[in-house]
């Protein structure tokens, strides 16, 4: 800009507490080999308290790419994200959870302009213009004109390439840097739960607020081992009428504590009483 200001994302999450809490504050983001015990448990859709990567949408993703890298966690994460979702609403798309094609090849927005740069050779600056016309769909008269001027000057094959690769920032835009930012932290996440599940679901409790409601990070915590009973405290323990909770949560029975609560005593590995599903086709009926 002419003030010469530039803009930093500094990328906050509870996964960073989260980890810390399993392996401590010394965390090399980049030291992230293949682990087959990991990417099976990813490609299963055993998302579960990991966090940036346990909503069902990201479920969904992680069963369709089956990840094996971290360049698949962050294509799984740049597809479902908020900035891509709210494009395919602006690209008129019905239902943006279903329209997704996993096979479309995908395009960062770092990749997008680097693009523009190297087959229009004109500046970061202008192709970053370029890139943000073509993503929103729309066009100042001068930038367009300026636009056409540019690629009619190139080959017809180069332009056709360049825009075919392009075709999919409107409905498909992130940046790259964030993308793999967070796949480094959902593959760290996603180790631990492999391998370390006990700690990484005590972590997962002190420092995690669920999407989902309260009965299943417990709930999971405790099929791992986990005493759940202190967390269950800390849940309530926010107030000098605590401990009275505490003792009216033990009074009532499992469906008002559910009701009342979101979780229930989970004094055993069962689940909650009376609960079954069955199989029909392919399709499970709970």
């Known amino acids: 800009s002419k003030q ?21 504050k010394k965390i090399d983001f980049l030291d992230c080999p293949y682990d087959e ?25 992680m069963l369709q790419v089956k990840p094996k890298s971290i360049d698949d966690i962050a294509l799984c994460l740049a597809i479902i994200s908020p ?29 997008a302009i680097q693009i523009l740069s190297s087959t229009l050779n004109i500046s970061f600056d202008l192709a970053d213009k370029f890139r943000r016309c073509l993503s929103k769909g729309k066009w100042e008269k001068e930038t367009k004109k300026e636009f056409n001027n540019l690629t009619d000057g190139i080959k017809s094959k180069q332009k056709k ?26 593959y760290k996440l996603a180790y631990q739960k492999a391998h370390n599940t006990k700690k990484f679901w005590e972590s997962t409790l002190r420092n995690v607020k669920s999407s989902y409601r309260k009965w299943v990070h417990l ?26 909770r505490r003792k009216n949560f033990y009074k009532l029975d499992k469906t008002e504590q559910l009701k009342k609560y979101g979780y229930w005593d989970m004094n055993t590995t069962e ?13 499970y009926y709970f």
């Not at 390439?161 to 959902?186: D, G, P, T, W």
């Not at 689940?271 to 399709?283: A, I, L, R």
């Open 4 to 24: 010469k200001n530039f803009k930093i994302d500094i990328l906050s999450s509870r996964g960073i507490s989260q980890l810390i809490g399993i392996c401590g």
């Open 37 to 61: 015990k990991t990417y099976n448990m990813l490609q299963s859709g055993d998302n579960i308290g990991v966090t940036l990567a346990e909503s069902p949408l990201m479920r969904k993703a």
């Open 83 to 111: 900035a891509a979702k709210e494009a395919r609403y602006k690209n008129n798309e019905d239902n943006v959870d279903d329209v997704i094609d996993y096979n479309n090849e995908f395009v960062y927005d770092d990749d």
């Open 161 to 186: 390439i360049m825009l075919e690769k392009l075709n999919n920032l409107k409905k498909y835009s992130f940046c790259r840097s964030h993308s793999y930012s967070y796949a480094q932290l959902v």
């Open 271 to 283: 689940f909650f009483p009376n609960c079954y599903f069955y199989k029909k086709d392919d399709e």
């Open 219 to 244: 709930y999971e915590a405790r099929i791992a081992g986990v005493d759940i009973t202190g967390f269950i405290e800390k849940t309530n323990d926010i107030s000098i009428y605590a401990e009275s």
